[in-house]
């Protein structure tokens, strides 16, 4: 059983409290449309169910939670990743034999970052993306190297209604072509590429998806693995994509999350993309990341046909048809 929230301050725009507390866990909201540190709890012990179901209802309340000053093992992290449910193997990313469930992203002169520094929800290439990613920090920049969030239920609805109701329906192709780069042109390479192809085929998504938990609607493409929409010609998908891809650009659906040495974000990688600025090369920047499986993508269906035009052109009532080319 989870006890209720407690709102012990005051409303941010929504309605939503800026502090709210539940069995000890603190919840203080920190951004308009995303974004709260979690204070009340120590990660490198074992959490009690009541701890763990406030964490759980703050992740999706705030889709992203930051806590500060956990100086967590690399299994702290994989056991508080497995709470939230099976841990997932990323198939391009750095790990290690023994724990390839952990990414390392250990960057630093000689190893610049690779692949983060666009706008992206993680590993929309698969079936079913995870469900939320964990990013601890373990050695920061001293400066530079923030992570850029933007909740993508505001950049839903955010667009105006006739967007929403163009979208609603459409469907869109997601592949994991920016890894194929890390592919040489040697034949065992190329082998190697043909597998992964094979495994990780392009996948449809729901341009509008719902939150499984909250049911609110969201904007499901991200300019990484979203490569056209079905059923569009080449220069409507890419016109399209760039105005919906555009939404995670506006401040306003954005946080900017600023690292400290054990710092952990969780974010719902069902509501939210991110970006990490690249701009702290050649500091070092050492993280420890996981992801958690994730479940079946809904979309919302169609929008009702008699409310879409048409044709390419549909006569003004009273307006010659025939486009001011009269018969003489
Ligand atoms: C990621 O895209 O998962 C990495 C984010 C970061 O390094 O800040």
Do not use: C
């Amino acid at each position: 059983m989870t006890t209720p929230p407690v709102a012990i301050s005051a409303a941010i725009p929504g309605g939503r409290p800026v502090v709210s507390q539940s069995a000890g866990v603190t919840v203080t909201r920190t951004g308009v449309n995303l974004g709260a540190e979690i204070t009340g709890v120590d990660l490198t012990r074992p959490l009690s169910e009541l701890h763990f179901k406030a964490i759980e209802q703050a992740l999706v309340d705030n889709q992203l939670i930051i806590f500060r000053d956990q100086d967590i093992s690399s299994e702290n992290l994989m056991d508080f990743g497995r709470r939230f449910g099976e841990l997932t193997v990323h198939p391009f990313a750095p790990s290690e034999k023994e724990a390839p469930q952990l990414i390392k992203f250990r960057n630093d002169e000689t190893t610049p970052p690779f692949g983060t520094d666009v706008w992206h929800s993680d590993e929309t290439f698969r079936a079913e993306p995870p469900m939320a990613t964990m990013l601890v920090a373990k050695e920061v920049p001293a400066i530079g190297g923030d992570t850029l969030f933007a909740s993508m239920t505001a950049a839903f609805d955010g667009l105006s209604d006739r967007m929403q109701q163009h979208i609603s329906g459409l469907e869109a192709i997601h592949d994991f072509k920016p890894f194929k780069a890390l592919f040489n042109d040697s034949l065992e390479e190329r082998k190697k590429l043909q597998t992964f192809e094979l495994q990780y085929p392009p996948q449809l998504h729901p341009v509008v998806r719902i939150h499984p938990v909250t049911g609110r609607k969201l904007l499901f493409v991200n300019p990484q693995f979203t490569l056209a929409i079905k059923g569009m010609d080449e220069r409507e998908s890419r016109s399209l994509l760039d105005t919906l891809f555009h939404q995670a650009l506006v401040p306003e659906y954005q946080f900017r999350h600023h690292w400290a040495p054990n710092t952990l974000a969780v974010w719902d990688n069902r509501s939210t993309q991110h970006y990490a600025i690249h701009d702290y090369y050649p500091q070092r920047r050492y993280m420890e990341r996981v992801t958690i499986k994730g479940g079946p993508v809904t979309g919302v269906p169609r929008a009702d046909p008699k409310t879409l035009r048409r044709g390419k052109y549909v006569p003004l009532p009273g307006a010659n048809p025939t486009g001011g080319h009269r018969p003489h």
